[in-house]
């Protein structure tokens, strides 16, 4: 198995808060630190596929959710994942005060710069995490 950190957004489908946090998981694992981090995709997390059980079972994880239900959170923690950190993109708004970062379909610039400035943030921690284990 491996120890790579594993960056698991929401679906947040129909959402731009959703496209948000799929866009910082996959800056982060494809571009950003990709020799340590990769991602799962969550609705096998739901349905219970095994593989993905066993990867997430096996490392730590690191959650991006679009809102404050927290699906992303909770599904890796009921199929039994290590959750080293949890990120919710309303939480990142905050610093973003007014900001319309696009919509559901496309982001526009405000939307990548506030990807590009959180996805270098949460793979500092993701840097982080992986040196400790």
Known sequence: MSNKVKVIPCSGIGKVHGLLAREMALKIVNEICPEVSQTECLAYIVTGDQDIRDRIQSGKCITIDGCPKMCAAK?????????????????????YRGAKPGNATALNEEGWKIVDETAEKIAANVKDIYGEE
Do not use: H, N, P
């Open 75 to 95: 599904s890796v923690a009921q199929a039994g994942g290590i959750i080293a950190q949890e990120f919710r993109i309303v939480d990142t708004l905050k610093e």
